[in-house]
């Protein structure tokens, strides 16, 4: 639940803050989507690879693409979801590899 207030915080408040157009497409190229990275990757990490928030990710972008930017920006949500999508799955590659070492450990 944590992970989509803060998708909401990074897609519907933040862009609030910026008024210049540097500012804004700082946001579109590097904020959000790194935003989408990290807050998938820790989840990842948690529980494993999921899809739904990758999905969620370029779905929650829309409204808010076309309440601050305009309808091409529409498509920067296909970029999100794949952050997210990269983000849950290096967790879910650092969750398996953890354990794998864990348990070479106890074997030991």
Same mark, same amino acid.
């Given at each position: 639940?944590?992970?989509?207030?803060?998708?909401?915080?990074?897609?519907?408040?933040?862009?609030?803050?910026?008024?210049?157009?540097?500012?804004?497409?700082?946001?579109?190229?590097?904020?959000?989507?790194? $935003?989408? @990275? /990290?807050?998938?990757? &820790?989840?990842?990490? #948690?529980?494993?690879?999921?899809?739904? &928030?990758?999905?969620?990710?370029?779905?929650? @972008? /829309?409204?808010?693409?076309?309440?601050? &930017?305009?309808?091409?920006?529409?498509?920067?949500?296909?970029?999100?979801?794949?952050?997210? @999508? @990269?983000? $849950? /799955?290096?967790?879910?590659?650092? #969750?398996?590899?953890?354990? #794998?070492?864990?348990?070479?450990?106890?074997?030991?």
């Amino acid at each position: 639940m944590i992970k989509y207030l803060l998708l909401g915080a990074v897609y519907y408040l933040l862009p609030l803050t910026m008024h210049e157009t540097g500012e804004l497409i700082l946001y579109l190229l590097a904020i959000a989507p790194l $935003s989408c @990275f /990290v807050i998938s990757l &820790f989840p990842g990490m #948690k529980y494993g690879y999921e899809l739904l &928030f990758p999905v969620m990710c370029g779905i929650l @972008f /829309v409204p808010s693409a076309l309440l601050y &930017f305009n309808e091409t920006a529409v498509l920067y949500g296909i970029v999100y979801a794949a952050c997210a @999508f @990269f983000g $849950s /799955v290096l967790g879910g590659t650092l #969750k398996a590899n953890f354990l #794998k070492e864990k348990e070479a450990k106890m074997k030991k």
